[in-house]
């Protein structure tokens, strides 16, 4: 083409001059930005003022600003120098300059945050174009407020808060997560469910697996996981901490897969601790109580026992007395005594178990009753393995009763040997402990106990031997024994390392003599007496009787209280009352504070099954009272009769 045609062409699209400014005048006015274009009064280079030379009129609908055009900003929004100096700098660089910028600022005298792009056409003139973003600032302030609060709730907050992302990696965690893990987060940053070193557990300690973890079925389902418990691997304890977690899905708009989980927990070791402490405690009480039922029934068996042994002892003495000149009974009746002596020492370690007292307490030398014990052992079932001996020296004396010690000390032995089959060691050490109490340990090298059988060896009825071998009595009737005596019995066994019994008595007890003893006998004549005997049961009655009498006494009998009252107050008289405490209708102490209403000075001997703290607080301050344990023989009775008279002038 031409250069002809191409300027004709040219001129048909020519436009008219006023079309372009009209065109600009609608552009500038319909524009949504404000603008202003100013000239700037400077004082050296200090910006002091500006003109208005063109505005738009959204610069109005933004500022609320009116006819500003040739006006100065001094007249139009006074002080404004003063109350926003940072926006008149940032013109005034621009207008003296030349470089152009962009701010966001808030204008104190307008109320409002503005976007504003400057640039300078001319020597010291700018233009201004802006918009008011205050809306959007109070939403960026609110969001900021907003994930301030959240931060600190996250950060102080006493439960752990992790976010997982979609692959089960953490993406943040808060310090509470941290502590209660043991790790910090750039450690946990790598792991996921599946991490070796992450190993939770359930509660019964089987290992949790990564498809049962409540992220994973959070992430997998899309469904809320609470309160699952499971044990976690703590690095920096080396110990198991136990957490509960909750898991939540966490969705962005319009996904049916969740992007992320929150998940929180909390630390239920101690928990964890104190329900196991209370559910130890609870079986604990429950033994007490079934240790205390056993005890119950012993005592009602011993009861009836006693008497039964009681008739047997006084018949056999009979039959001793009255039959001296036969041969050959001597044997088969001591052979009986024997046998009932072995069935009263074993009725009275059963009603140890009541019991929370001594029946007949003595100042005790430990060694002195070791010693007895193990010369007894000697000679019959210590020669099958080694004993080491270590007692200390000058340990205090303690209270005790020295057959009940003696048999414990005795079963204990030989519960020992019996673990020791093909040899070892028994070991017997004493000690003075703290505040003179002792310590008594009896060690062997035997075959030693699992766990689960140690800790139930002191139960009741609990044994390993086989039928006719054991009764599960023995460690039951020591513990019994040693609370009786105000200490302790532990135990500690491992398989193939043996077994350690140790226990602990209170010590550095003085002597405390027994009324009956008070003032010892001058001789030992028995002196006749007219006796009124007050037991329940048949047997005692065919049998003690009788055995009195040919002591010499005059013995008049009682089948129970009341009948025992009806004899006294009939006017016979009697120089002492022989009462049995556990009888029906009307016991004996309801007989014994019946007749120190009306006899005051009646001697008076309370027959028990054993001396518990009741019977000892109703003879204590009586000085004509005082208490004989079944079975006994009647010859004990007879003498236990003339010393309290003997003892007692005024009886």
Not at 125 to 134: H, K, L, Q, S
Not at 461 to 467: D, Q, S
Request: with cysteine; glycine share 8%; charged share 20%.
């Amino acid at each position: 083409m031409d250069g002809q045609s191409q300027q004709g062409s040219s001129s048909e699209h020519e436009l008219p001059v006023n079309w372009t400014e009209s065109r600009f005048e609608r552009l500038f006015n319909t524009m949504l930005n404000g603008f202003a274009h100013c000239w700037m009064r400077f004082e050296g280079e200090t910006p002091k003022d500006f003109l208005y030379l063109k505005v738009n009129r959204a610069f109005e609908t933004q500022t609320g600003l009116k006819d500003v055009t040739g006006r100065w900003v001094s007249d139009v929004i006074p002080g404004i120098q003063e109350r926003d100096p940072e926006l008149f700098t940032l013109y005034g660089e621009v207008a003296r300059t030349g470089i152009p910028t962009r701010f966001e600022t808030f204008v104190e005298a307008l109320g409002d945050w503005f976007d504003i792009a400057v640039y300078s056409p001319g020597p010291n003139e700018f233009v201004a174009i802006f918009d008011v973003i205050t809306s959007r600032k109070r939403l960026e302030l609110d969001l900021r407020e907003s994930e301030a609060r959240h931060r600190t709730l996250f950060d102080t907050v006493q439960q752990g808060i992790i976010y997982l992302d979609m692959e089960g990696k953490l993406i943040a965690a808060n310090p509470c997560a941290e502590q209660i893990l043991g790790r910090s987060l750039s450690q946990m940053m790598d792991m996921t469910d599946e991490s070796p070193d992450w190993n939770p557990i359930h509660e019964d300690g089987s290992i949790f697996p990564a498809s049962e973890h409540p992220t994973t079925i959070t992430l997998r389902d899309g469904i809320p996981v609470n309160d699952v418990v499971m044990g976690v691997s703590n690095p920096r304890t080396g110990s198991t901490t136990w957490i509960c977690i909750n898991a939540m899905p966490v969705f962005l708009e319009g996904q049916a897969r969740p992007n992320q989980v929150y998940a929180t927990f909390r630390d239920v070791t101690d928990q964890r601790r104190t329900v196991a402490l209370q559910r130890k405690l609870e079986e604990e009480i429950q033994h007490a109580q079934k240790l205390e039922s056993l005890g119950s029934l012993a005592s009602g068996i011993a009861h009836d026992v006693n008497n039964i042994l009681a008739a047997i002892q006084a018949v056999t003495e009979t039959l001793r007395e009255s039959h001296a000149e036969v041969p050959g009974l001597d044997g088969p009746l001591e052979t009986i005594e024997r046998a009932a002596d072995r069935g009263r020492d074993t009725v009275q370690r059963l009603t140890n178990f009541a019991r929370k007292g001594l029946n007949h307490p003595e100042v005790l030398d430990l060694n002195n009753l070791i010693q007895e014990e193990m010369n007894l052992l000697r000679r019959t079932t210590l020669n099958k393995v080694n004993v080491s001996l270590d007692l200390a020296n000058n340990l205090p004396s303690f209270m005790g009763e020295r057959g009940n010690l003696a048999s414990m000390f005795m079963n204990i032995c030989l519960n020992s040997v019996d673990a020791m089959p093909h040899g070892g060691t028994l070991t017997i050490r004493s000690r003075a402990l703290p505040d003179d109490n002792l310590e008594l340990v009896i060690a062997d090298t035997g075959v030693g106990m699992p766990p689960e059988i140690a800790s139930r060896a002191t139960e009741p009825f609990f044994t390993t031997k086989g039928i006719g071998h054991g009764t599960g009595m023995g460690l039951a009737m020591a513990t019994a024994t040693v609370r009786a005596h105000g200490g302790s019995l532990s135990l500690v066994s491992e398989v193939g390392s043996g077994t350690t019994v140790t226990i602990r008595l209170p010590g550095g007890f003085a002597p405390t003599p027994s009324k009956a003893s008070a003032k010892p006998a001058t001789n030992d004549i028995y002196q006749p007496k007219r006796i009124l005997f007050v037991d329940d049961d048949e047997l005692i009655r065919a049998s003690l009787p009788a055995l009195l009498e040919r002591f010499g006494h005059h013995v008049i009998q009682a089948s129970g209280g009341k009948e025992a009252m009806r004899i006294l107050e009939s006017g016979i008289t009697v120089d002492i009352l022989i009462l049995y405490l556990n009888m029906p209708e009307m016991n004996g102490a309801e007989v014994f504070q019946a007749v120190r209403r009306t006899w005051r000075e009646l001697p008076i001997v309370l027959a028990t099954g054993h001396l518990d703290d009741e019977t000892a607080e109703l003879i204590k301050p009586d000085h004509a009272a005082t208490a004989i344990c079944k079975p006994f023989k009647a010859a004990a009775l007879a003498k236990l009769i003339d010393q309290m008279f003997l003892s007692n002038p005024t009886v």
